[in-house]
Nanobody
Framework: EVQLVESGGGLVQAGGSLRLSCTTS????????IGWFRQAPGKEREGISC????????YYVDSVKGRFTISRDNAKNTVYLQMNSLKPEDTAVYHC??????????????WGEGTLVTVSS
Protein backbone atom coordinates (compact mmCIF):
# COMPACT_ATOMS: atom_id res chain seq x y z
CA GLU A 1 0.00 0.00 0.00
CA VAL A 2 1.36 3.38 -1.01
CA GLN A 3 1.42 5.97 1.74
CA LEU A 4 2.64 9.54 1.96
CA VAL A 5 2.15 11.00 5.42
CA GLU A 6 2.80 14.65 6.11
CA SER A 7 3.56 15.98 9.58
CA GLY A 8 4.92 19.08 11.25
CA GLY A 9 2.20 21.58 10.53
CA GLY A 10 0.72 23.84 13.14
CA LEU A 11 0.08 27.39 14.24
CA VAL A 12 2.98 29.82 14.15
CA GLN A 13 3.39 33.57 14.29
CA ALA A 14 4.58 35.51 11.29
CA GLY A 15 8.34 35.33 11.05
CA GLY A 16 8.44 31.91 12.65
CA SER A 17 9.54 28.55 11.30
CA LEU A 18 8.16 25.08 10.80
CA ARG A 19 9.66 21.90 9.42
CA LEU A 20 7.35 19.63 7.50
CA SER A 21 8.09 15.96 6.93
CA CYS A 22 6.74 13.63 4.27
CA THR A 23 7.27 9.99 5.18
CA THR A 24 6.62 7.56 2.37
CA SER A 25 6.21 3.83 1.87
CA UNK A 26 4.92 1.35 -0.66
CA UNK A 27 6.81 2.56 -3.73
CA UNK A 28 10.40 2.88 -4.88
CA UNK A 29 11.29 6.25 -3.41
CA UNK A 30 14.45 6.69 -5.45
CA UNK A 31 12.45 6.49 -8.71
CA UNK A 32 10.30 9.53 -7.98
CA UNK A 33 10.60 13.27 -7.78
CA ILE A 34 8.95 14.48 -4.60
CA GLY A 35 7.18 17.80 -4.44
CA TRP A 36 5.15 19.94 -2.10
CA PHE A 37 2.02 21.75 -3.08
CA ARG A 38 -0.35 23.78 -0.97
CA GLN A 39 -3.96 24.76 -1.14
CA ALA A 40 -5.46 27.66 0.74
CA PRO A 41 -9.22 28.05 1.21
CA GLY A 42 -10.81 29.34 -1.95
CA LYS A 43 -7.58 29.20 -3.90
CA GLU A 44 -6.16 26.85 -6.47
CA ARG A 45 -3.53 24.28 -5.73
CA GLU A 46 -0.02 25.76 -5.94
CA GLY A 47 3.11 23.71 -6.45
CA ILE A 48 5.79 25.34 -4.32
CA SER A 49 8.85 23.12 -4.30
CA CYS A 50 10.26 19.82 -5.47
CA UNK A 51 13.40 17.74 -5.32
CA UNK A 52 14.56 15.66 -8.23
CA UNK A 53 15.10 11.91 -8.08
CA UNK A 54 18.00 12.12 -10.50
CA UNK A 55 20.42 14.62 -9.11
CA UNK A 56 18.74 16.03 -6.04
CA UNK A 57 18.13 19.29 -7.84
CA UNK A 58 15.72 21.55 -6.03
CA TYR A 59 13.13 23.97 -7.33
CA TYR A 60 11.03 26.66 -5.69
CA VAL A 61 8.22 28.95 -6.69
CA ASP A 62 9.22 32.59 -6.43
CA SER A 63 6.96 33.27 -3.46
CA VAL A 64 8.92 30.88 -1.21
CA LYS A 65 12.40 31.16 -2.72
CA GLY A 66 14.96 32.08 -0.09
CA ARG A 67 12.62 31.14 2.76
CA PHE A 68 11.87 27.44 2.20
CA THR A 69 14.36 24.58 1.79
CA ILE A 70 13.49 21.12 0.55
CA SER A 71 15.64 18.07 1.22
CA ARG A 72 15.33 14.31 0.96
CA ASP A 73 16.72 11.39 2.93
CA ASN A 74 16.65 8.41 0.61
CA ALA A 75 17.63 6.07 3.45
CA LYS A 76 14.49 7.06 5.34
CA ASN A 77 12.22 7.54 2.30
CA THR A 78 11.42 10.96 3.68
CA VAL A 79 11.35 14.48 2.31
CA TYR A 80 11.52 17.59 4.45
CA LEU A 81 10.41 21.17 3.89
CA GLN A 82 12.05 23.69 6.17
CA MET A 83 9.95 26.84 6.20
CA ASN A 84 11.44 30.03 7.63
CA SER A 85 10.23 33.62 7.78
CA LEU A 86 6.66 32.46 7.47
CA LYS A 87 4.02 34.92 6.33
CA PRO A 88 0.24 34.91 6.81
CA GLU A 89 -0.12 34.23 3.09
CA ASP A 90 1.67 30.92 3.60
CA THR A 91 -1.39 29.65 5.47
CA ALA A 92 -2.65 26.55 3.66
CA VAL A 93 -2.86 22.78 3.75
CA TYR A 94 0.49 21.44 2.59
CA HIS A 95 0.64 18.17 0.68
CA CYS A 96 3.56 16.14 -0.56
CA UNK A 97 3.33 14.43 -3.91
CA UNK A 98 5.31 11.87 -5.87
CA UNK A 99 5.68 11.50 -9.60
CA UNK A 100 8.48 10.24 -11.82
CA UNK A 101 8.94 13.72 -13.28
CA UNK A 102 7.04 15.88 -10.82
CA UNK A 103 9.62 18.64 -10.92
CA UNK A 104 8.94 19.01 -14.65
CA UNK A 105 5.25 18.38 -15.09
CA UNK A 106 3.68 18.02 -11.62
CA UNK A 107 2.01 14.83 -12.87
CA UNK A 108 1.19 13.15 -9.58
CA UNK A 109 1.09 9.41 -9.01
CA UNK A 110 0.69 9.60 -5.25
CA TRP A 111 -0.05 12.29 -2.70
CA GLY A 112 -0.75 12.64 1.00
CA GLU A 113 -3.71 14.03 2.89
CA GLY A 114 -1.81 17.09 3.97
CA THR A 115 -0.88 19.00 7.09
CA LEU A 116 -2.33 22.38 8.00
CA VAL A 117 -0.04 25.36 8.40
CA THR A 118 -1.54 28.48 9.93
CA VAL A 119 0.51 31.67 10.17
CA SER A 120 -0.90 34.41 12.36
CA SER A 121 -0.10 38.07 11.86
Amino acid sequence: EVQLVESGGGLVQAGGSLRLSCTTSGFTFDDYDIGWFRQAPGKEREGISCISRRNGGTYYVDSVKGRFTISRDNAKNTVYLQMNSLKPEDTAVYHCAAGPHWCTDEATNYWGEGTLVTVSS
